[in-house]
């Protein structure tokens, strides 16, 4: 059913992840990766200490899409493995959670490798 408020809200707090990512390029020397490291962290923290599901409810794909989503997906299956199996669950958790997700992007990564011919920066 289509809700306008929820791509209202969509739009607000994805809009917001992208505007503290632009400000961070813009205002500080961090490389993209170094940002969306600090993105998946803070992802991370989020499911830890239990906000991130209270947002994801508001905001849904506003913050389940970007890397932060992917963070609190790390987060969440090393958490839910370790209580169920301890400390191997907890260094394996996160990537059994999360694998279809690394599987799709390598697969796609190797579709477009094959597609276009890739080039050194000049």
Known sequence: ???????????????LVCLIGQILIITTKMTSARILVS??????????IGVYQKINDFAGAGISIPIIGFGASLARGAINAGQ???????LTGGLSATAGGIAAAIFAGFLV??????KTKK
């Not at 059913?1 to 809009?15: C, E, N, Q, R």
């Not at 490798?113 to 890739?118: C, K, V």
């Open 113 to 118: 490798a094959l597609i276009f011919n890739s």
């Open 39 to 48: 993105f998946l962290l803070f992802g991370a923290l989020l499911e830890t």
């Open 1 to 15: 059913m289509f809700d306008p408020i929820m791509y209202l809200k969509v739009f607000a707090v994805g809009g």
């Open 84 to 90: 169920t199996e301890g400390l191997i669950g907890v």
